[in-house]
DNA sequence: TATCCTTACGGAATTCGTAAGCATG
DNA sequence: CATGCTTACGAATTCCGTAAGGATA
């Protein structure tokens, strides 16, 4: 048994049991993991892949178990690796952050800029992303830290931290019938188009079960990925706006209204997601806490210690 | 990066630091670890040994780290091959069970038995130690089980779980003086010399408590090991003997007579101690539950999965 | 001086890639 | 017949053991 031969059987599960794919994943000849997973199986005593001739077409009950431990295995070994790194390049390294629009235009520029400031020989990279995406891009663990409005608690490999809680606002031009009103309904808002989130995206979710609840049926002529896009549209008349608060700047928005939404619409809680189990550098730490000052390391480090269900601001 | 690395690493530590030692322990060269370890030094960027001239003389702080994540990858790694077995060779394989004397004389013969019958296939080996060699053998993944009275729940890498609660009784020749005391008090046990466990068996602790709490100072003139070597020189007449109420049996011990003494000293639990974070082959449950019907593998699952502090009964 | 780690070197074993073969959809 | 896994074989690499060297207590 090797690490190679462990690496071989994970992104094969991962490419869909695609060998010829999982090979060229990872640079290497297909042959050759053909004959490794063979050859693994051989010394576990157990078939991991279902073979219909010479096809691989599914897992099999001792295979399943087996991918799982595989799993551990390197995601212990990368954790070695990890820590080993902790002292070998204090403060230096690579910090991957997989987050969406709407953090990365409007949370995250301060973060960003104290973070470089207090660990200059750090190489920071942004993926911007869908929440869903960027679920994925942690438990593959090509990023180190996610941050999104959905979708992470929904993982059970990752632990999802409350950062913080944002509401919607509504925006309208200056001229629009609404700009003026006192405290906005929703029976108010579905008289116009509504120009809003995708549904993937920033608590779109909550904006559409406020709707349902009331039985209303709100017409969405754009659903956009970001913030700058909506208000752009809004801009031009398209129609009115629901964006997430942060994203209002009066004076950059200077043609724009922004009505308070609270009442209208669920809360959404912006979470920091991260692998559960996996090791983190003593800089990924230092940026969720820039971030979100009550996620403190120690906070951190006994969430990841509990078997854990997510938990709730 | 490699298993036999790992390995290596492990090893050296376990024997203190002598390369040499820990070679021929894994029917190796000793240049071949040297090697291998400063491999995976190199790798790592990190220095795991402190060396003085040629002298391996200590951990580094980052090889405190790198050991202890060293040992959780082999742990896994060593838990995917227990997984595999469990299907590759159901209701076969090896069961080691770790052991003091009074337990595999008094206690388990009915489990063994019971185990026998049902697990037919399986390898039983029993290894008898004193407390501390047992939670030492299962540490080092020697025995997958031990059962102890003294000494598990110390370890903070083992669980621990009650079995059951025991107490001690006085065992004295049928012409002895105290043979037909009604309530037998400390202060009549004082009076003679006594035959009972070494310091570290079967609750030999709570026996020294107990003259200490009173201010008595009992005369043992014979620490043994087992029980049957304390009634056999109680038969002898060299003193009164306190042992295990199990290991008294009316019918064999027909020489000696047992008095109560429950009410002495504080009443003992004997422990099933596992790995924390080993996998455990579904006979394993078994015998643990035929040992302690309580212990099933669903709590035993659950204690495991917990951060995990041990319990009492 | 005995113990113990490192370096050097040659042989053995393993790994890996290319090429060819064959089953599936 | 295109895709995708297996088998075969030769080359390259890695691993490992013996022998020699040097440091420490």
Redesign the pocket.
């Known amino acids: 048994m090797?690490f190679?031969?462990l690496r071989y059987v994970r992104e094969?599960v991962r490419q869909g049991?695609?060998?010829?794919?999982?090979?060229h994943r990872l640079?290497?000849?297909?042959?050759?993991?053909?004959?490794?997973?063979?050859?693994l199986e051989d010394e576990l005593g157990v078939q991991i892949?279902v073979?219909?001739?010479?096809?691989?077409?599914g897992l099999t009950e001792p295979g399943k178990a087996v991918v799982q431990m595989v799993e551990r295995v390197l995601q212990e070994a990368e954790n070695l690796k990890q820590a080993a790194k902790e002292y070998a390049e204090q403060d230096s390294g690579t910090l991957a952050v997989a987050t969406t629009h709407t953090q990365a235009r409007y949370s995250l520029p301060r973060v960003v800029a104290a973070f470089r400031r207090r660990y200059p020989k750090v190489h920071l990279l942004l993926h911007q992303g869908n929440p869903t995406e960027i679920a994925e891009m942690l438990i593959g663990g090509e990023a180190d830290l996610g941050i999104a409005t959905e979708a992470l608690e929904d993982y059970k490999q990752l632990l999802a931290m409350p950062a913080y809680n944002w509401s919607h606002c509504v925006v309208v031009p200056h001229d629009h019938p609404l700009a003026n009103i006192e405290r906005v309904q929703l029976e108010d808002l579905v008289k116009f188009p509504i120009v809003t989130y995708d549904p993937h995206f920033a608590g779109r979710s909550h904006i559409d079960q406020a709707f349902a609840a009331r039985g209303l049926e709100p017409d969405v002529v754009l659903a956009a990925i970001d913030s700058d896009v909506i208000k752009t549209y809004v801009e031009l008349g398209l129609g009115i706006g629901i964006v997430a608060a942060v994203a209002y700047d009066a004076k950059r928005d200077r043609g724009l209204r922004a009505l308070e939404a609270g009442h209208l619409f669920r809360s959404n809680t912006t979470r920091v997601g991260i692998r559960r189990g996996a090791f983190l550098r003593g800089f990924t730490y230092s940026f969720i806490e820039l971030f979100a000052p009550h996620l403190t390391r120690k906070l951190i480090e006994t969430s990841m210690a509990g078997a854990g269900e997510n938990y709730e601001l």
């Open positions: 090797n190679q031969q094969t049991l695609n060998l010829t794919e999982a090979a640079f290497t000849s297909q042959p050759g993991v053909s004959r490794q997973i063979k050859e892949f073979r219909r001739g010479k096809r691989l077409v």
